[in-house]
């Protein structure tokens, strides 16, 4: 591994995030950090009572994250960290002090590397890995598994929340694919990055 990174793997609720970023740490000898368990105990009450977050619930948390990734970084470790980052405000407390924003970055170089701006080697210590499907495809998953974070009004909350990210920000994967479809894209896309094998 040539250079260490933090990618976040971000999504609403039901797209996949902790089951997809556990399985491709794993494959790739990665640290996996599940953002959700760092939620404070007031927001996981809330949300276990069908209330969704506001953004002031969620700055502590967003710093938090920020600063495991710093930790990582600073021990030489590239790590995978689950949240959903809706926002761009909520990304870019993510990546603070994490190098340039990936945006930012590819800027001035889209003319010189259009072809794959993805894979290029991006001065910036943070990517993110964006996962996506219909509201419906989404819904029924949730209703298929046991977690804090679920119901039709919480998604509908988090779809009305969510600022889509450009694809000059973010790894776009289509999770209506299989498992192995969407972590074999994962990991090409983090090996591309990080020279990962």
Known sequence: ????????????????????????????????????????????????????????????????????????????????????????????????GLGKGLSEELTGRQAEEKKNPLAKSVQSNVRFIYLHASTDTIGQRLKQRQHFFVGDDMLKSQFATLEIPNKDEAFFVDVSQSIDEVVAKCKTFISSVTDAT
């Open 1 to 96: 591994m040539t250079a260490n990174t933090v990618f976040f793997i971000t999504g609403v609720s039901g797209t996949g995030k902790s089951t997809i970023g556990e399985r491709v740490a794993s494959e790739l000898g990665l640290v996996f950090e599940e953002g959700d368990s760092y939620h404070p105990a007031a927001s996981v009450e809330k949300m276990s009572a069908g209330i969704p977050l506001e953004d002031a619930d969620r700055w502590d948390w967003l710093t938090h994250l920020n600063k495991i990734a710093k930790d990582h970084l600073a021990n030489d470790r590239s790590a995978i960290i689950s949240c959903s980052a809706l926002k761009a405000s909520y990304r870019a407390i993510l990546c603070e």
